[in-house]
């Protein structure tokens, strides 16, 4: 009985001190980005230049309109062409 009782304290106290060692760190989370890039419409505005000056502003505001939406269209591709394809 004196041996059985020493053999069960002795599991005990290992047992609870396996409980005290420390954990390996949790692996970092992996983030995962689900949809496409936030677009907004290309829009233009109306123009009616009256001059050669007026002409030039439009001409410079109409580049820079379509540049902005081509970028835009750039990184909705872009994102595309990161994504795994899924197979049909």
Known sequence: MTRLLLTGALSLCLLLLAGCMSA???????????????????SLLPAAPHSNEGLSD??????????????????????????????P
């Open 58 to 87: 439009d001409s410079d505001y109409l580049l820079s309109a379509w540049a902005e939406c081509a970028a835009q269209v750039d990184a909705v591709y872009q994102h595309q062409q990161q994504q795994p394809r899924a197979d």
């Open 24 to 42: 390996p760190p949790l692996p970092e989370p992996v983030v995962i980005v689900t949809g496409c890039p936030v677009v907004t419409r290309c």
